[in-house]
Structure formats: structure tokens, C-alpha cells
């Protein structure tokens, strides 16, 4: 079967970016009802297939052309994390339950193997014949693709878990946890290769280039470690604003003089592309930041919250809202050429096909877009 977003990120470096152009004005082609909401997972697309996984232990096999849903399997507990699909085998992560992870034949819906007693509440990852994961007590552990078997088990630092989903650049598997503490491991046997600290902790996906992996941290700060050596190759810290420029609704936190002091900000894990790396916050900002030297290109407001990574396109960055808005920036001057209103908070990563865009959306609705021919440059439903 052909994988066109066979992971979360799209690829195994979680980049979350795509060469191709997906134009804006968008129309919405179809929505689904998937009976329940989602958490931070990404949708998977293979082949003619779209695969969304929801917090009722349910993953819905859905057309692409149509949106009518073809099959259904039913895993009883709550996917956090996104699934992986290799070689045949659907493999999802359990967020609590007796098993944590959990493997089926897709084409039959047959299980395989189930394994595991520690929940994993965050994306899989696939390493030739091994399924490489992160455990909430803070465990990297392998297991055979075909029959679940645990080839090795690490666990980095004792005193956290892990909630980011790993990335893996070829033979070097990184993984982060919850104290920011980021940790290269070889897949092969979980023997380790560095360490570096992140500064704070990292509860999003890791996002890489062949020479960079890029940690966002919940106190509004990315940074950039040479993939080889761990070192530090750049580092960007939102700076401070002064109070009262954060309102309420913009989760702003009332002080005796009647302002506002500035919240805590979370980012989301990183969108990266030849040039930029591109992430929003919890702030209501989306930026855009030169992917060799930290520095920024642009910021744009979106609003609201942006708590799900921001896809990039070749020449549109897409990012949705907790205020339920989906908006198109362009992706050299971060200005708004397009946006439009769902029925529920986007808080799940995005999938892309060659010319579609998937957004999960609260309450349980999948939607995918596509470009309009026909439209304007803005939409606001």
C-alpha cells in the first residue's frame, strides 16, 4: 500500500512539511464524524486511505475521495499518540490499559501482538524490523514489528517521563522528556550516543533535519542540537512582554493592578522546511525562524491558542486554533491570505496529501480541504 503520511510528521523526521504547493483559497471536500474527539494525534494516509484514531480507542479507516468510512477496529482504551503503519501492520498506542501498545493486521483487522504494561501516550516510531517507543515512567523500549517481542529497554533519566514523541534520522533515534532533558540512542540496542539539556521541559514531537533536531519546550524556548555531537547549534527564547498586553481570553493571569501578566508560553512541536522552522503558542503566534541560525523571519497573530504544530507547504504555512479558526499565512512574510472557521478547537497535528489538507477538530470532526479554483483569496464561514 502506498504511504503518502505514513507517520506522524509525515516522515521520519517529523518535519511536517511538504515541497508541493497546496494553494489557498481551500473549500472544504468533505467532513466526517468520527463519534469522538482526538488527542494530539496526526491522521495517517495510506494510499487511497485516510486512518484517524480518537480518544474512544476507535481507528476509523476512511476514504479519501469520498469520506465514507470503509472499516473501524476498536482497541478499548484511549489513543493519545499517533499509530504507525510498516510493512502491513498497524501498530497503536495505548494511553492506559493493561497493554500499551498494540498491533493489527490492517488488511484483515486480525490482532498480532499486544505488549507492554506502562502507558504510551505519545506517537510510535518504526526503525527496520523494530517499533521504538516512549513510556510515561520514562522507558525507551523496542519491539519486533511482526510478533511484539522487547528487544531492549532504556530508560534515560528515572525521574520524568516521556509525552514527546522521538525522531529518528537515520541510525540515531532522539527522544525527550519531560525534565527537557534530550537524549540520542542508537535503535539497534538503545546504547546511548549523547545527552543535552533542553532547558525545560519537552512534552511535543521532536522535528528534525539530517543534521538538526529541533525541542520545544512548555517555557517558550526551541532549540536546535547538532544530530552527531548534541551540541547546542542555536537556541530561541521568547522574550518576555510587558503586562498587560495579554487579555484574558488570550490566557493572560489578572494582577492586583488590573492587568494582566504574561502566561506561561507552550509551544508546539515544530513544522521545518529547507529554510525555516515554524511553530505558534500558546500566546496566539505563530513564527517563523531561519533554520540555520535561529533568528527570526516573521511572527504573525492567529487570535487564539495555537497548541497543534503548524503545517508547511511551498509557499503556505497552515496553522489551526483553539479558537477553531484554520488560517493560511504565507510563508515568507507571515501576512494571512486565507482562513476559515470549524466547528470545534484544533488542537491534533495536520496530515497533507499531494493537494489536500486533513485537520481533526472538536468536537469529533474530520475535515479535509482542498484548493478552490474558483474562490477568493479569504473565506470566514
Known amino acids: 500500500m502506498h504511504s503518502v503520511w505514513p507517520v506522524e510528521g509525515g516522515d521520519a523526521l517529523r518535519s511536517n512539511a511538504v515541497s508541493r504547493q497546496v494553494a489557498p483559497p481551500l473549500q472544504l471536500r468533505w467532513k466526517f464524524n468520527a ?7 496526526s491522521p495517517l494516509v495510506l494510499g487511497d486511505a485516510v486512518l484517524v484514531a480518537n480518544r474512544k480507542g476507535e481507528v476509523h479507516a476512511i476514504d479519501l475521495e469520498s469520506g465514507k ?8 482504551e484511549s489513543i493519545e499518540g499517533t499509530p504507525v503503519y510498516a510493512d502491513g501492520v498497524l501498530v497503536v498506542p495505548i494511553a492506559w490499559g493493561g497493554r500499551a501498545v498494540r498491533a493489527s493486521d490492517l488488511l484483515t483487522g486480525a490482532r498480532l501482538w499486544r505488549t507492554g504494561d506502562i502507558p504510551v501516550s505519545s506517537g510510535l516510531t518504526v526503525w527496520g524490523d523494530f517499533v521504538l517507543a516512549g513510556d510515561v515512567e520514562g522507558y525507551v523500549r523496542a519491539w519486533r514489528l511482526q510478533d511484539g517481542e522487547e528487544v531492549w529497554s532504556v530508560q534515560p533519566d528515572e525521574r520524568s517521563g516521556i509525552h514527546s514523541t522521538p525522531v529518528l534520522i537515520g541510525d540515531i533515534l532522539v527522544v525527550a522528556n519531560d525534565l527537557g532533558k534530550v537524549t540520542a540512542l542508537n535503535p539497534a540496542d538503545g546504547s546511548f550516543f549523547w545527552s543535552a539539556d533542553a532547558g525545560a521541559p519537552v512534552q511535543v514531537s521532536l522535528a528534525a533535519t539530517e543534521d538538526m533536531v529541533f525541542a520545544a519546550t512548555t517555557r517558550g524556548s526551541i532549540r536546535a542540537f547538532d544530530v552527531r555531537t548534541g551540541f547546542l547549534r542555536w537556541a530561541y527564547d521568547l522574550t518576555d512582554k510587558e503586562e498587560g498586553e495579554y487579555p484574558a ?19 508546539t512541536a515544530p513544522a521545518v522546511g529547507e529554510r525555516d522552522v515554524v511553530f505558534g503558542a500558546s500566546d496566539g503566534i505563530v513564527r517563523s525562524l531561519d533554520i540555520e541560525t535561529g533568528s527570526l523571519n516573521w511572527e504573525a497573530d492567529a487570535l487564539d491558542a495555537v497548541s497543534a504544530p503548524p503545517v508547511i507547504t511551498a509557499g503556505t504555512v497552515y496553522a489551526g486554533t483553539m479558537g477553531a479558526r484554520l488560517i493560511g499565512f504565507d510563508r515568507n512574510d507571515g501576512s494571512r491570505i486565507w482562513d476559515t472557521e470549524l466547528d470545534g478547537r484544533i488542537k491534533s497535528a495536520f496530515a497533507l496529501t499531494e493537494s489536500r489538507l486533513i485537520v481533526l477538530a472538536e468536537p469529533r470532526h474530520v475535515y479535509v480541504y482542498e484548493p478552490d479554483p474558483g474562490g477568493d483569496e479569504t473565506e470566514d464561514e
Open 35 to 41: 463519534q469522538a474527539g482526538f488527542g494530539r494525534v
Open 69 to 76: 468510512r470503509f472499516g473501524r477496529d476498536t482497541f478499548g
Open 249 to 267: 481570553e488570550r490566557g493572560g493571569l489578572s494582577t492586583p493592578g488590573g492587568g494582566f501578566a504574561p502566561p506561561q508560553r507552550y509551544l
